[in-house]
């Protein structure tokens, strides 16, 4: 995590419950230290809201209840009902859709649900290769889809030097192509490291041409789809699977919209298809996320999003590296660093970087010719630090401190520098600043 910082812990009243474990309690100290005083740039990560840290942490837990609103397996969930109603009701609101299923413990959990209520064991399935930007449940080898299903994978278009018309886009003729000769009984549209609008209507198109369903995976830009920065893939998907943590800043889960003529067998592939008794207190942290999506500020919010992710793009781009696609439309930065340097890999530079306090993560860019472990890419995103409040200036601040840190990266004091002035800015924009002002009363 860099070099230690000093702070004084946050006021949470889980600092003070946990007083009886002092182990946990000292790990849970550092980790909200190494969140306060490290720049937070991982695309997939965020920083909720107190409220959602306290639905979480609720007496919710203790709570068994297999099955849905109003048809339970056990007594006393009618208080549970009225919560996962209000997550369900806040739902569908936002997103414009028939139906929803909050219970799933994650988006892989969501994306298996789907495929479990849609899908025959072999049945074929089309969706992005995990190399090209896809995610491990599209059928990556390790994932277990592609051992109960037949996945055939789509890519991006080749890169290419034309400024105009960089590449790296979503190849909408091969996926075309691909739907005609293998007669999908599904598509599957949405990625993990996609610097792009996903624009679901073409899919729908090849969908309708060939007789497939079409299942849009929106785990990383559902926050900005919510706050309507990007267009809704709801009305033309059949279902549409997303995670409640990343841009859309709730807590760490998965959810499930479709229309109503599927939600019995979406319903009932979530449970008893693929769960037991569901997270109830995750599910209310949900539904204070909805609730929080739903203000006209989270617009803005997803917003100032995508301005930080182009102005981190553009300092970026200035100081020599490659960004895949030629730049983004989303949260989220995919840079190649060849151009930078050549001897850099991806492991190297996040290792560097996590010396210096800037958490990223390595990621394989399109053609990649190093490994998904060694990579020659890193992805960065901009909706943990928009939370915290930072702006475009502060993008560029970051661009200029991860390009120092690099170029020093043999030189100890200098990483040491970098880590001290990442520190210094990351006190200015505090990601829980109620708890720190609870704590100076
Ligand atoms: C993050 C992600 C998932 C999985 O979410 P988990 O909550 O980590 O299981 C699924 N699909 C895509 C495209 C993702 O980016």
Redo the contacts with the bound molecule.
Sequence with gaps: MGERVEVEPLATPFDTWLAGDPEVRKLLREEAVRQRTCLQLIA?ENFTSPAVLAATGSVLTNKYAEGYPGRRYYGGNQVIDEVEDLARRRATELFGAEHANVQPH????A?LAVYQALLEPGDTVLAMRLDQGG?L?HGAPASITSKIWRFVAYGVTPASADPARPGEVIDLEQVAELARRERPRLIVA???AYPRVLDAQPFREIADEVGALLMV?L??PAGLVAGKAHPSPVPFADVVTF?TH?TLRGP?G?AILCREDLAKRIDQAVFPGLQGGPLEHVVAAKAVAFGEALQPSFQAYAAAVVANARALAEALAAEGFRLVSGGTDNHLVLVDLRPFDPELTGKEAQEVLDRAGITVNRNTIPDDPRSAFVTSGLRLGTAAETTAGMGPSEMARIAGLLVRALRCRHEDAEVARVRAEVAELCASFPPYPELERAQEA
């Design positions: 997939s994650s988006g892989a959990s994306n995610h449940t949405g990625a993990t995976d785990a990383h995670t990343k760490r998965g």
